[in-house]
């Protein structure tokens, strides 16, 4: 039998409980060993509820507790959890996290404090809910040179952009859709803005080139400046607009960013809508593959953290080495970066015409019924500095959503 | 350093020693050791190229050398393979493989062997070429009861089907086009009749359930029966055929086949297109995740054979566990399993369709432009069983296709 302790019974939390409850059976055969759950960490004492006797509110008591092998800690934010999961690694004791922000900033230092102390510090559930994408990075991947990794990794977004795709509603209406669908938080800033989307690459992006990536490094654009008639337009080119979070492999060096982009069918990640995630991966040796799955939710986060579990109970006493080194990986300015932009902008007399064909060279215009008033086209390839320089000389586009293809 | 011995010097062997070759300094530092091939087992010489000091033609020449901790198993076909494996995990060294025949039939006992000689027998390449998925299903869903396992397992056939509908080109076409371009064989029955298909689900279903399902129980049609009208109707539907290969738990009961079905844009597989592979699954926890990227090639799959001689180098001396025992699990008997069906009559005269009506009940006409001359349609639910005796009473249909949706 291996114990381990929950800190924190919000969501997550309570979904492991209910995994380990529901599939316990199967859990102790893959695993070799009972999962016993002997404590919770939580502010709040459930009184009457089942989790009752396990509820604890003083972290010491866990910590000071030879028995307990496993700390799952599912409380998110940096603090306290990074003293918490520190102090456990410290004790000895592996950890099993979802949490992103910890691991984007903390990831490397409590990989190698594991790794000295011969625990495990495992992070499935932070990137892409239940999707498998951290161990298949780790693991099965080990063959390759990461030469890009492309996701849609907030299922919040996904879900708003999708919805605007296919009901033609604008942003506020979409967004108010998703919160009311319980997808959306009530203040949506993380998810809009592009942030939690910043922080998985983050940690995606380390794994893959096995260095530091800072996630304030990272180029980061939201939704919020995505309109109805992008949307309009998107669907004319036979494309579609997805929050990419992207980092990539350009000669020797690696940019990174996350931004609304326009992508094909061809591309296994426009098929992907609603609340899911996708994860596109290229090797130089396996070619492309992609995963795909529920980026959030209790349940699929849950089977996550505990397939964690099952690992770290299946290694006690030995490091699963994670190729994640603290050595800082510079990435490429952004300003370098070269893509193809869709532009559209106020106005289409020849005046207009002439002075994008000037500004921009060869251009592929898009046309979409009723929207005659004004001019849209895509550009060639252009770096992001040269694409604002010009875009400065015809003066502010009604918007700019790079390509994918 | 790890001294390895790769048996069988063809496509997927030489790849092996190309990826290694190619990406050898960044495989050292993940699996922290160097790979050094030091054998080469095949029957032919190689003079001239920079493998010929490798090669060895005597199998006894590995077995016997205590140097050799892992051998790369690529030969193929299940003997001499089975024996040279057997002997190998004998001897105490762990062995990776791509053989799907060897695994399908021999797998439960090689890893019984493996577990009790504190070694490892690794098969990722086995299904779905570089694709990670044995790896996921063994440490990644180990929190998950698997519901479904449904699979496009075979470039060949799916590249036919892709085409079949891109084209509007007839199986014979499609197939000649497959041939030229190297993606199916001149002898293409393995892949067009489903058996490569077959052994590759045999293989997902035994891991999965963590018992032996053996191959020969798995109900198995290949596409060769699949017209250009057939797909004609398909794409009337708004849908396509995919050669699929699935094994799913109804009740207590699991049942498994291998079958053209009918499937809609908002199922994930529906846009796994030409020779790319995709593996759907769903867990009673997780939900649903998919698996995509390139089922064969050299590359690829030498891509899943280096990380499995990483894993195996890793856990020199401790053995993996996989949960996949010898006990064989005894499949439903797919007369009993209940699908919705489309089926094309000939003949549409008021008499004709007044004859399937009293016999199917409540069905949904489909029709295509240009087929006038038949009576097409989807049924309810029913059983094969109930279905065969159906359409039994309605004479031979022109086709039958078993539908997803």
Redesign the interface.
């Known amino acids: 039998m291996v114990n381990i302790a929950v800190l924190g019974y919000g969501t997550v939390g309570s979904g492991v409980i209910e995994?380990l409850r529901?599939?316990g059976e199967?859990?102790s055969?893959?695993?070799?060993h009972d999962i016993n759950v002997k404590y919770i960490l939580d502010l709040r004492d459930f009184k009457g509820e089942p989790v009752e006797n396990l509820i604890v509110h003083d972290y010491s008591v866990i910590l000071n507790d030879p028995e307990v092998k496993i700390i799952v800690e599912v409380m998110g934010g940096v603090e306290p959890a990074y003293t918490f999961v520190k102090e456990a690694i410290l004790k000895g004791k592996s950890v099993c996290t979802s949490n992103k922000e910890l691991v984007a900033k903390h990831g490397a230092e409590l990989l190698e404090l594991s790794k000295a102390q011969k625990v495990n510090f495992l992070f499935?559930a932070s990137v892409g809910g239940?999707?498998?994408i951290i161990?298949?990075l780790n693991?099965?991947?080990?063959?390759?040179?990461i030469e890009e990794i492309t996701g849609i990794l907030n299922g919040t977004t996904n879900y708003i952009l999708s919805k605007m795709s296919s009901d033609n509603a604008d942003f506020d209406t979409a967004l108010k859709e998703a919160q009311n669908m319980g997808y959306a938080e009530r203040n949506p800033q993380a998810d809009v803005e592009g942030y939690d989307a910043c922080r998985k690459i983050a940690i995606l992006s380390s794994l893959a080139f096995?260095m530091q990536v800072d996630f304030e490094d990272i180029y980061t654009e939201g939704i919020t400046g995505i309109t109805d008639t992008d949307v309009l337009y998107a669907k004319a080119m036979g494309a579609s607009i997805k929050l990419l979070a992207t980092s990539k492999k350009v000669g020797n060096h690696v940019y990174a960013m996350v931004a609304p982009m326009l992508i094909k069918?061809t591309h296994?990640l426009?098929?992907v809508n609603g609340v899911f995630n996708g994860i596109f991966v290229r090797?130089?040796?396996?070619?492309?593959?992609?995963?795909?799955?529920?980026g959030a939710?209790k349940?699929?986060t849950?089977?996550?953290?505990?397939?964690d579990?099952?690992?770290a109970a299946?290694h006690i006493g030995?490091n699963i080495?994670t190729?994640w080194s603290s050595k800082k990986l510079e990435l490429r300015d952004v300003k370098a970066v070269e893509h193809r932009f869709f532009v559209r902008v106020a106005g289409c007399d020849d005046k207009a015409r002439a002075l994008v064909n000037e500004v921009f060279g060869e251009i592929e215009e898009v046309k979409v019924d009723g929207r005659e008033e004004e001019y849209s086209f895509l550009t060639g390839f252009l770096s992001e500095a040269a694409f604002e320089e010009k875009a400065d000389r015809i003066g502010k586009p009604l918007s700019r959503i790079r390509v994918m293809f």
Chains 1, 2 share one sequence.
């Open positions: 995994v529901l599939n199967s859990i055969k893959r695993c070799g499935e239940g999707i498998p161990r298949p693991q099965s991947l080990t063959a390759d040179e096995g069918p296994p426009f098929s090797g130089n040796v396996i070619g492309d593959v992609m995963f795909y799955g529920s939710g349940l699929p849950a089977s996550a953290v505990v397939a579990v099952v690992d299946k030995t080495m190729f």
